[in-house]
């Protein structure tokens, strides 16, 4: 008999779950919309004026000419120069090698910037210094970079000059020393 109730009991309530509305599922949750997938960022451009540049002065160079003592006497210094442009033409490289064993060496990486429209020019010397500096370029034929050298001896200010002529190239730099500039080297290349 309680069997026969059970199943009465049952049926009755599956018979009136049948005749009750019917349940609904719940509201889905609303949810922002998803993010569009990200883009690939765009090439960079690579500045022309490096391209042009490049164009004028890559290639070799013997250079000849001097390098300046505190006291006013100078060295003798002659080294190869080599220019190219490099990182996929962003920058343009330009390696020096003094022609005497233990000589200094560096590596100079220079580009143009778009937006403050002037050259960074980046050195890296094998006597652990390096400069940064920056120009405007070609002014009247010459190009005068200003910036700082750092070495284990200290921070100075600097100024190198370049002169881009037929197949040569005539450099010179200074630093502030004591209050005033100093010449500390002078080059010709050639080609």
């Keep these: 008999m309680l069997r026969s109730l059970a199943v009465v009991i049952a049926l ?3 018979a009136y779950a049948d005749k009750a509305a019917p349940v609904q599922a719940p509201a889905p949750m609303s949810q922002p919309p998803l993010p569009p ?3 690939p960022p765009p090439e960079p451009v690579k500045p022309a004026e490096v391209a042009a540049v490049a164009k004028q002065v890559a290639g070799n160079y013997a250079c000849k000419g001097v390098t300046f003592v505190g006291n006013g006497a100078s060295t003798p210094l002659a080294a190869k120069l080599s220019i190219k442009l490099a990182l996929g033409g962003a920058w343009l ?3 020096l090698v003094e022609n005497r064993a233990g000589g200094m060496s560096f590596e100079d990486y220079r580009t143009f910037d778009s937006v403050a429209q002037q050259w960074t020019r980046l050195q890296l010397a094998s006597t652990t210094g390096h400069v940064m500096s920056t120009s405007l370029g070609d002014k009247s034929g010459t190009w005068t970079w200003e910036g700082t050298a750092t070495a284990p001896s200290g921070t100075m200010q600097v ?4 002169q881009m002529g037929d197949r040569q190239l005539k450099l010179w730099g200074e630093a502030l020393l004591g209050g005033s500039w100093q010449k500390l080297y002078e080059l010709t290349c050639k080609r």
């Design 37 to 39: 997938p990200p883009q």
């Design 159 to 162: 100024r190198d000059y370049e």
């Design 93 to 95: 490289e330009a390696s």
């Design 12 to 14: 009755a309530g599956t």
